[in-house]
């Protein structure tokens, strides 16, 4: 068992920046690969981004390509999402992930993941 808290969510105008952390604990960080997902109101969850257990490989979907950067700390037990030039559509629940395997396991078998709370971004106009 892993147990996921996220925070750094909140309120955010258009173009601006958001950075949410992901503390882990219950077992060694370093052997999960890490994600975030997201759910925006009335849709269902998707896949933001994955990164794997040493930090060399990383995974965006589309939609943040360009503007997220997910980084680990393995020392803090912690993943970061660093979320730059937000827009609107980016308002969500943000979910923290953790997944035993891998990052292809993390990003397309959702039911092996251990998940956080989640933390509210709210993007205004």
């Known amino acids: 068992q892993v147990q996921l808290v996220e925070s750094g969510g909140g309120l955010v105008q258009a173009g601006g920046s958001l950075r949410l952390s992901c503390a882990a604990s219950?077992?060694?960080?370093?052997?999960?690969?890490m994600g975030w997902f997201r759910q925006a109101p009335g849709k269902g969850r998707e896949f933001v981004t994955a990164?794997?257990?040493?930090?060399?490989?990383?995974y965006y979907a589309d939609s943040v390509k360009g503007r997220f950067t997910i980084s680990r700390d393995n020392a803090k037990n912690t993943v970061y999402l660093q979320m730059n030039s937000l827009k609107p559509e980016d308002t969500a629940v943000y979910y923290c992930a953790a997944n035993r395997w891998n990052t292809g396991t993390l990003r397309q078998r959702w039911e092996s993941n251990y998940w956080g709370q989640g933390t509210q971004v709210t993007v205004s106009s």
């Open positions: 219950g077992r060694t960080f370093s052997n999960y690969a």
């Open positions: 990164i794997n257990w040493s930090g060399d490989s990383t």
